[in-house]
């Protein structure tokens, strides 16, 4: 397993040093030279090999003794087309007469700036750079080759410039560019810390637990056998996110999303299906007998069967029952993504995912430590587990079913499971399974009533709530592609929102539910073009929109102000509660 890790890692590193030997340094993509004529300053910027520049950011100002744009006023070569863009391949010669620099303002001394972006072929996009150059209309001409002046206040992103604050994931990605190494491994743990207390990480907890009661059953449990295989559950998670993220960053063949399809999902719900009526005893699941004679032949046959299978489900419940985007996540795959650094890139996502494990891990070294002797008491355990992957299931199907029916599910559930329990003659037992009954008859009821949240089964039964349901609900017009989207904003005399919303995605639940439910994001939200991008399907077209905007995956917010131009500072990834969610917007729209 060691070398096999070891050996993806070494072919990703290799192929981040082939992309970076494709690169120019800036200094030889961008020869920039001002030359002082006897009636003009000429300026020439010589473009390395496969180098062009954006027609749009090409500017020209005067800067000294006032600020004025002259851009329009000089003759700057003829662009083309290039992958929709207007670009330049051919090598810059901009002449600056003498007399157009008089004619804005009379000085004998003036200071000259030409900004400009450009981009590679091979797939690299340079920082916004600016040549300056003082000239005094009375001292003999010189020629002055200038250095490139990257504006820290600015960055690359999907082809174009941004200006000022950065959002959260890119504050992010360009800690991983210059932070130091053992600093930004540690900030990640730390995030993955934060993100541990997330709902993505909860379904994780019962399955672990499960796991460990059902060793528990087989042999007595200690401190260090519950963290053992609490660690190996979550080395095989970190592993998972880890290879995935590389994955998606180096290649954009994001795993995870492809593993988000209703196929998928309902084919391991069954597995957990399975998993809770063999914890209710109906049968054992286990490898076939072939299978397991030749794995005894070992003298710890029993615990390689127990270490592979924990990895297993590991692996895959990092994958298909944890899918969330967080800006951290984000902030490292459009890192691994920019710079081809799969190793820097690789380390965040693993001691990330090893900080959301760390509650896995305590869970695992507590339940070693105070779980009581085999016995009796295991089959209750047992039953308890198996109503809780159940549960599990029903949370997965939750992506891929309608809500009416799922709130049937959960009514089912709570109320076949107050039943099944209620064998147990104990008062505290009684009483909980009193209380599961009722709640499935509350679910049952507010399945029939239409509604669709199981934490709230009576919305529809309160007169405030449907008031505000029909009167100031969040109404989104959604759009299929690159080309609705740019027509929706165009028609758009408002500013603009996109919200980027998969059926599978839990954390846009969570801003559907709570966050565009709350009433001051309601009024907020009244004064924009509310557009929504089902990306459910992850086909051609959800692929190309999120790759425009640098959407790793669901959810993410995109906004445009009343100009039509994007707000790239706004751009929110993950989930945001109501309060934070307007501290970003009322930062940006006033």
Known sequence: MKKILLLLFMSFYAFSLELQQDFLD???AFKKEFVKQKDKVVFTLNLGKSIYLYDDKLKVFILKPSKIEITEEVNIPKPVEYEEFIVHFDNQKIEIPFSLLKSKVDSSSYELEVKFQ??????????????????????????????????TDAKVENNSIVYGDLNETDTIA?????????????TFFGFGLLLSFTPCVFPMIPILSSIIVGASQNEKMTAGRGFFLSLIYVLAMAMAYTIAGVIAGLFGANLQVALQNPYVLTVFAAIFVALAFSMFGYFRIELPQSIQNKINKSTDGKEKQGVVGIAIMGFLSALIVGPCVAPPLAGALVYIGQTGDAVLGGLALFVLSMGMGMPLLLIGLGAGKFMPKPGGWMDSVSKVFGIIMLAIAVWMLDRVLDASIVMFLWSALFIGAAIYLNVYKHIIAQ??????????VSLFFGTISGATNPLKPFEKFTHASGIAAQSQGVNFTYI?????????????????????YADWCVSCKELEQITFKDADVIKKLQGFTLLKADVTLNNDDDKALQKKYGIVGPPGLIFWDVNNKEVKASKIVGYKNPKDFLEIVNKYFK
């Open 174 to 186: 360009n800690t991983l560019k210059t932070g130091n190494m053992l600093l930004v491994l540690a």
């Open 431 to 440: 009483t909980i399974t009193v209380i599961i009954f009722l709640c499935g």
């Open 26 to 28: 800036p200094d030889d």
């Open 118 to 151: 450009g981009c590679s072929k091979a797939g690299l996009c340079y920082a916004p750079m600016s040549a300056k150059y003082n000239l005094e209309l009375d001292s003999p001409s010189t020629a002055i080759s200038t250095k490139v002046d990257i504006k």
């Open 480 to 500: 299929k592609n690159i080309k609705e989207l740019d027509l929706a904003i165009a028609a758009s005399s408002k500013p603009v929102m996109l919200d980027f």
